[in-house]
């Protein structure tokens, strides 16, 4: 709609500028016509100048009633405004599907958090989590088959934490402002919300260990694919080499008896 509507008025100026530019030639056309012809006669230089006076005049007045036509249409209406928040959330969502552009996302969100719990109690259990969730992602693609769901629910305890530490922060500023009096429950509360930070943290912790040790055992029993190749790889070079020795041997003796 927005291109509907600029397309509109900039073919408006275009037709106006146009009209204004053939009735100025064809007045300019015109004007020498009418004071060349009756002072040296009517001649075939004077058809030029009354051809060029007449197509001029024509082509001013199609423009004209092409311009009063087109403004006599009504312009497309403005385009609605834009939800900033709307709009915020296509730009993150295309910046997403890009190839490293989730976790690009994922570090500016990181960073956004810490910058907002800067100075709080929140923000040491905050950073544990950012360490602990940057290792679960490198571990997930390899927790596949019973481990599978471990990585939703790691998902699941990470956003809920990072709300907790929000929470946890914004206690502390309310503190800061509280009355003496009132003080005591908010205390009691924020430690309780600290307490179930750092627990929470801990035990994110302990699933990333978990998982970890499930990558780690997962692939220890059998011999990674890479190696098994670069094993074959091997013997057959040294059976090339073997069978090149071997001829090497026949050829000698036979170069030897050649030149004697």
Known sequence: MADQRARYFRRLRKLRRSARRWTVLGGGFGGAAAILIPYAGVGLPDAAWAAAAGGSIALAAWRWIDLRALAAQPAPPPPEPVDPEQARARLVAAVERLPAGRAAMDEVRRQRS??????????????????????????????????????????????????????????ERALRVAPADSRGGLEEAHRSLVDQLSGGVTAYERLVAAAAGFVAEDGRGTEHPAVTQLSDASERLRGVASDLAELRKFADPMRTQQQH
């Open 114 to 171: 810490r910058m907002a719990l800067r100075g709080s109690s929140a923000a040491e259990p905050a950073a544990r989590l950012d360490r602990a969730s940057v290792a679960m992602a490198g571990l997930a693609g390899d927790l596949t088959g019973v481990a599978d769901s471990a990585v939703l629910d790691a998902a699941v305890a990470e956003r809920s934490l990072r709300e907790l530490a929000q929470r946890v922060a914004g206690v």
